[in-house]
């Protein structure tokens, strides 16, 4: 296993063990629901962080994707990982916080579809 799909895997296994711990904490009976305005605040920040991050993909496929310098296209790929990653722990802290799990699974999406658009090196 080379270290790019090492850290691919701690990145999705970390997110994943985040919303499931948040998950089993909002079903638990002592867990009390948060100020109603609480998911539009986090929501309106959600949004700005999509699309900021998604013009940042967007760039950085079009411009670095095919970088034909190996050590540019894996610090290109792991900037990218983690600007997915990004949105799928925010999407896991509203779960946190308001068990409303739409965010973090579109989070997790777009976290696969980083993985998917950014594979690692052939060569590394």
Sequence with gaps: ??????????MMLGVLLF????????RTPDWKAPDPGLLDQLAMIARVGWIAIGIALVVMFLRFRNSPN???AS?????????????AL??????????FG??????????????????????R
């Design 75 to 87: 610090t290109v790929a792991i900037v990218a990982w983690t600007l997915g990653e990004t949105l």
């Design 90 to 99: 925010f999407g896991g802290v509203i779960l946190f916080l308001t068990a």
């Design 19 to 26: 919303g499931g711990v948040a998950w089993f904490i909002t």
């Design 70 to 72: 190996p050590s540019r």
């Design 102 to 123: 739409g965010w973090y699974i579109a989070g997790v999406t777009a976290l696969v579809l980083a993985f998917v658009a950014f594979p690692p090196p052939v060569n």
């Design 1 to 10: 296993m080379t270290p790019l799909r090492a850290i691919r895997i701690a």
